[in-house]
């Protein structure tokens, strides 16, 4: 998958997690702000040309870790922007495993977050030219 897929994957996710917070779909909205942030940080992991490796490709703590060596380290994205990645994850797991109940507030909140993120995300990818632009 190229950057600009996995970016447009991102917001796609983003925009379902709205519409999953307007229907009150609290845990699922949280969820999908977190996968939104998750495709918006391959997106930035290939855009850096970090390194691929088992772990990172496999498991939401690789891409976290390599989120942050990769992307946040060198100064590509604020680490306070960054830390939100490791963070929304755990809402994830709560919403997705351990059963406690994501509040409206809480959803609302992660989506902003997510939102950042992903606009960070977008402004470390350049545009891709349109055909006109080619011209």
Do not use: C, N, W
């Not at 040309?49 to 870790?65: E, K, N, Q, V, Y």
């Not at 100064?75 to 990645?85: E, S, V, W, Y």
């Not at 929304?88 to 919403?95: E, F, H, P």
């Amino acid at each position: 998958m190229s950057v600009q897929k996995f970016l447009a994957k991102a917001r796609r996710s983003l925009d379902a997690a709205k519409l999953l917070l307007e229907h009150g779909f609290y845990d699922e909205a949280g969820s999908r702000a977190y996968y939104a942030m998750f495709d918006a940080g391959r997106a930035a992991l290939f855009q850096v040309r970090a390194p691929a490796d088992a772990d990172t490709s496999r498991t939401h703590a690789g891409l976290i870790a390599a989120f942050g060596l990769h992307v946040v380290k060198p100064g590509f994205i604020p680490g306070d922007i960054g830390r939100t990645l490791g963070q929304a994850q755990q809402v994830r797991l709560i919403a997705d495993y351990k059963g406690d109940p994501i509040e409206r507030e809480d959803a609302e909140r992660l989506l902003g977050v997510a939102s950042r993120f992903l606009d960070a995300v977008a402004s470390m990818i350049p545009p891709t030219p349109t055909p006109e632009a080619k011209r």
